[in-house]
């Protein structure tokens, strides 16, 4: 095994005793998910590794491989997930209430990282089939399997651009850990990120401006990162001494989800603005190990891996962190959720649903919210919709969250669902 496979090949499970034990930096990229928790498995080769933090991507591979594609726009679909169910890492697809469970890659060798195409009907992946690490690509119900990488080094964490057109992943082709970008088709491979750092998990936002992505500053330290999506600008999101992984766009691109450490455990998933700023802790239990999250295509919900006792399952959650619900429940270890959007044209609608906090009412022109008393509305999709906040008697309006911020009027354009809050303070 080469020395650069020491990350990604880990259970969650594994991954929380890791981190949980003070092993938050030498955990095994590519560690044998039967291997028993602690022995190291044997190395060959000579792919130099950039000192990194192990540890979180085998957490991926096992509760969630890699973080999954980011939400791009669109009716929710099926979700792809890893698991070893069946005795090694296969891809499996579901409805988004748990239903229809199925193996769609069923080969001998592990396969993981799916990443649903913006169409709904491709998923890219990564694959051991062929004696080593590489990206392949194959229909939404496993036909039609096609190499994309052949390369000696590693390659792996596909995700692909809004647009179908190209797919972002992580490789150690240029001697250590970086980001490229190629054609769908597998052609015209580019590299992006060219540091010093160990760049991986690339993550291109669903309005094809920016990839988010992982980078590891110094040998304790992950850090979420953006750049442009030509490589460039690349600026730092998270600035803490704890460990920040996995970073996913809502469909909106306003926001991005990602596990994190900074609230006092390394297994909670927080969401933030794209910007870096207002930070929210949304799993918030310290008894539960959970971690790769991805947004749903319609912006309503999110799905993550989560460690309870000894077994990962997928669970699904509401934006804001409640309705925690559990949809898979096999006896092996379920993770690394992608959720796709419906094939086919996008949808024509989308729906705008304001919540307040005090006593006050928003109304909104092109009209349909006059919230009080009707809080949602469907508009047109492209439409953009201004919503302006009244406060009442004793009270005064002191500012938007959700889908918008500031205290003036708020303009939301609808290419997904979305949901804003007024706040209202008394005195």
Known sequence: MAQGEWIERQTPQKIKNRERSGWKNHLPIRYVLSTAVGARPAET???????????FAALLITIAALPAQAGFPGSN????????????????????????????????ANDYDPA???????????????????????????????RLTNDPALDWTPAWSPDGTKIVFTSFRAGGGEIFVMNADGSGVVQLTDNTTYDRHPKWSPNGSKIAFESQ???????????????????QLTNNSNLDFEPDWSPDSTKIVWRTGQFGDSGEIAVMNADGTGAVNLTNDLLVYDAQ?????????IAYASVQGSDSDIR??????TGKVTITTSSGQDYDPDWGPTSGPPPSTFALTVTKSGQGSVSS????????????????????VVLTAKAGRGYSFTGWSGACSGTGTCTVTMNAAKTVTATFSSG
């Open 45 to 55: 080769g000579t792919t130099p590794m950039k000192p990194r933090s192990v540890l």
């Open 217 to 235: 500053p110094s040998y304790s330290d992950w850090e979420i990162m953006v750049m442009n999506a030509d490589g460039s600008g690349a600026t």
């Open 293 to 301: 999250p991805a947004w749903a295509p319609d912006g309503t919900r």
């Open 77 to 108: 679909g099926k979700i792809a997930f890893v698991s070893d169910r069946d005795g090694n890492q296969e891809i499996y697809t579901m409805n988004p209430d748990g239903s229809g469970q199925l193996n769609i890659t069923n080969n001998p």
């Open 365 to 384: 022109a092109p009209s349909g919210i006059k919230c009080g008393r009707d809080c949602s509305e469907s508009y047109a999709a492209g439409t953009a």
């Open 116 to 146: 649903w195409s913006p169409d709904g009907t491709r998923i890219a992946f990564t694959s051991e089939r062929d004696n080593g690490r590489e990206i392949y690509v194959m229909n939404g119900d496993g036909s039609g399997v096609t």
């Open 316 to 321: 699904l959650m509401n934006p804001d962190g």
